[in-house]
């Protein structure tokens, strides 16, 4: 029995049906895990016909309003062929019960969800003719019924942290799973970013074409309008290429660049300029003087693009002025600017406050260091009334191993990827597959991937990105002797108990990079020291989730395999302190002569 069932089944016990809870993941993957395998599998254990789901975010549902409105010849170039798949995609809308997009199949990325996704601001709320069938208001509306709901932490903090007030759905209890997650989720939410892409987007002819005959019914010329948002266009472009070469390539920014702020400026004066053409218009809309169903609707989404254009006025000069260095830290390239909060005890326990839970219990593998708690409380602002540290009920020493292999080149060093490429081969093939490899870097991940694929016949690879997540681990857990390739986000949620899973790579401690600007403000926040009081420990905790991926059951065997000889070199580090007790044997790579065994 597991952590989750561990929690669960006296939860539910207690609750008898009378009390609901709201159980949190960090991911898609264990979230859909909880309902596909886990919660049924409680009904059945408890005798309980409990009523549960899981609750995603807005932009995981179709919505109904943009379907309709999708051109069929647009539909054609999304798919590049004879135009079939949009028939599917407008029979799955009439059929689908639940709009949600995971049921089509997509990868993450694909065109075609950005063209029906619910999320962003393009939501027109009450003046939607859609709205009585709405995808999302559906799934909330279903959720106030049951007795589990299930969801991840970016929607339960965005909720709270972006609207000001408290989770949707009613619930008692709070169980947060994997709750070592809390730090990162909150700092992400928390985040401000001002995107030169989607900005000249909304002030491109094909978005304010959609509003001309609104402007004109209220005596607006369509084309003073127009060339305000192509000069507007253009200082976008002037501010994005100046961040480009004046922004540092690494480590962010502690201070305000005037040049790009004077530049930011004149942007956003150029953006008020517009918006006090449509005041009028906005006056009359927020005054009620809106009758007319189908001119509702195009007000309300004008009321959305001119919310859309202050929000970012608002994070652009957010971002350009550096107040808040180094409590926060500040990045941009010529894409975006961001700034992210870069400690949040503070957000994490004025979220939980204002929730104010009947109960809560946060419950993780790797929420400890040595059995203490400090550092994760710390991190989280929480100061739990009861700690429990349970040891694991596996015996690690029978079960499994520990390979620290010294590939003989540093971490990015000339030659890195290559070396790691042929090593990473080589401990695929001699285990038959049956391999999980967890990568840092999107460039290894994709240099190995093209590696494997270069291979015939033997085993299976499956890489991350191909397909959506689920049905990649799917796919993992049907063919036994597969490898699947992924980065960090397969550290959580892939439960392969059995011989479909016996070695686990990991390419290196999870250190980040020494130049990210959360690590570099973090740093001048600990006065210097925020290696040895932050990044180590965070280290330790992901490479202990990352290893925990191997042994699932009591029957469970093989090895973890990590290529990185500073675990066992940097002995101060701890490393090998926050793994399982088992064997462990430090292996060399000289001059390509091959493995050196040396015990740990």
């Given at each position: ?6 929690v669960l ?6 609750a008898h049906?009378?009390?609901?809870i ?11 895990q ?15 016909d ?19 409105g ?6 054609l170039?999304?798919?590049?062929d004879?135009?079939?798949?949009s028939?599917d ?14 049921e ?11 063209q ?8 027109i709320g ?9 995808f999302?208001?559906g ?5 106030q ?7 991840n ?5 965005s909720?709270?942290?972006e609207g ?8 008692d209890?709070?169980i ?5 997650r ?5 700092r992400?939410?928390s985040?401000v970013?001002a995107?030169?892409e ?6 491109g002819p094909?978005?304010?074409q959609?509003f001309?005959s ?7 010329d369509?084309s003073s309008?127009r060339?305000?948002?192509?000069r ?13 070469w004046?922004?540092?390539r690494?480590?962010g ?9 004077r ?8 953006l008020?300029r ?9 006056d009359?809309?927020?005054a009620?003087?809106f009758?007319?169903k189908a001119?509702?609707?195009e ?6 693009w ?6 970012f006025k608002?994070?652009?000069l957010?971002c350009l002025?550096?107040?808040r260095f180094?409590g ?10 961001t700034?992210?909060?870069v400690?949040v ?24 260091l ?6 994760w409380?710390?991190?989280s602002?929480?100061l739990p009334?009861r700690t ?7 015996d690690f020493?029978?079960q499994m191993?520990?390979?620290?292999v010294d590939?003989?080149?540093?971490v ?9 490429c042929?090593v990473?081969?080589k401990?695929?093939?001699?285990n038959?597959?049956?391999t999980l490899?967890?990568l840092s870097?999107?460039r ?21 990105g191909?397909?959506?997540q689920r049905e990649?681990?799917?796919r ?6 597969s490898?699947?390739?992924g980065?960090v ?6 439960d392969?108990p ?12 999870p ?11 973090r740093?001048?926040l ?12 965070n280290a330790?905790?992901?490479l202990?989730?990352a290893?925990?991926?191997l ?5 469970d065997h ?9 675990a066992v070199?940097?002995?101060e ?8 007790s088992c064997?462990?044997t430090?292996l ?13």
């Amino acid at each position: 029995m597991g952590k989750t069932f561990s929690v669960l089944v006296p939860a539910l016990m207690e609750a008898h049906g009378e009390r609901s809870i709201l159980f949190l993941t960090a991911s898609i993957a264990l979230q859909e895990q909880l309902i596909g395998k886990d919660l049924p599998r409680l009904q059945r254990l408890v005798g309980r016909d409990f009523r549960f789901g899981l609750l995603k975010g807005r932009s995981r549902y179709a919505c109904r309003r943009k379907g309709a409105g999708l051109p069929p010849g647009e539909s054609l170039s999304l798919f590049g062929d004879d135009g079939g798949p949009s028939v599917d995609v407008a029979r799955w809308l009439a059929e689908t019960t639940t709009g949600d997009l995971s049921e089509l199949g997509l990868s993450d990325g694909h065109p075609l969800l950005a063209q029906l996704t619910a999320g962003g601001r393009s939501c027109i709320g009450t003046s939607c003719p859609f709205r009585e069938r709405c995808f999302v208001i559906g799934a909330y509306r279903d959720a106030q019924d049951w007795d589990v709901v299930v969801a991840n932490y970016h929607l339960f903090f965005s909720h709270i942290l972006e609207g000001g007030g408290t989770f949707p759905v009613r619930y008692d209890w709070l169980i947060c799973d994997e709750a070592h997650r809390l730090p990162d989720v909150a700092r992400g939410a928390s985040a401000v970013r001002a995107g030169a892409e989607g900005m000249a987007a909304l002030l491109g002819p094909r978005t304010l074409q959609r509003f001309e005959s609104l402007l004109r019914s209220h005596a607006v010329d369509p084309s003073s309008v127009r060339e305000e948002g192509e000069r507007c266009r253009s200082s976008l472009k002037e501010l994005f290429e100046a961040v480009r070469w004046r922004m540092p390539r690494d480590g962010g920014i502690g201070a305000c660049d005037p040049e790009l702020l004077r530049l930011g400026r004149s942007l956003t004066d150029g953006l008020d300029r517009g918006l006090h053409l449509l005041r009028g218009i906005e006056d009359r809309f927020m005054a009620g003087d809106f009758s007319d169903k189908a001119v509702l609707a195009e007000g309300a989404e004008l009321m959305n693009w001119i919310d859309e254009v202050r929000s970012f006025k608002k994070s652009l000069l957010w971002c350009l002025e550096v107040g808040r260095f180094p409590g926060w830290a500040y990045w941009g390239d010529g894409e975006a600017l961001t700034s992210m909060p870069v400690t949040v005890a503070d957000i994490v326990r004025d979220v939980l406050e204002r929730e104010s839970p009947q109960k809560n219990v946060l419950l993780s593998a790797t929420l400890t260091l040595s059995g203490d708690f400090s550092f994760w409380s710390r991190e989280s602002g929480i100061l739990p009334d009861r700690t429990l540290a349970v040891e694991s009920p596996f015996d690690f020493a029978r079960q499994m191993e520990i390979l620290v292999v010294d590939v003989g080149v540093p971490v990015g060093g000339d030659g890195y990827d290559a070396t790691m490429c042929r090593v990473m081969r080589k401990l695929c093939d001699e285990n038959g597959g049956r391999t999980l490899v967890l990568l840092s870097s999107l460039r290894l991940l994709h240099a190995f991937a093209k590696k494997m694929r270069e291979r015939t016949g033997g085993y299976a690879v499956l890489v991350q990105g191909d397909l959506p997540q689920r049905e990649l681990l799917a796919r993992f857990r049907e063919d036994e002797t597969s490898v699947l390739i992924g980065s960090v986000s397969f550290r959580e949620g892939v439960d392969i108990p059995g011989e479909g899973l016996t070695q686990v790579i990991v390419d290196r401690i999870p250190f980040p990079h020494p130049n990210d600007p959360l690590v570099r403000a973090r740093n001048e926040l600990e006065e210097g020291k925020g290696f040895v009081r932050v990044t180590l420990p965070n280290a330790r905790m992901f490479l202990r989730q990352a290893v925990g991926r191997l042994i699932r059951s009591a029957s469970d065997h093989g090895r973890v395999v990590l290529l990185d000889g500073r675990a066992v070199d940097r002995r101060e580090w701890r490393i090998l302190e926050a793994l399982p007790s088992c064997r462990c044997t430090r292996l060399s790579l000289r001059d390509g002569s091959g493995p050196l065994p040396q015990e740990a």
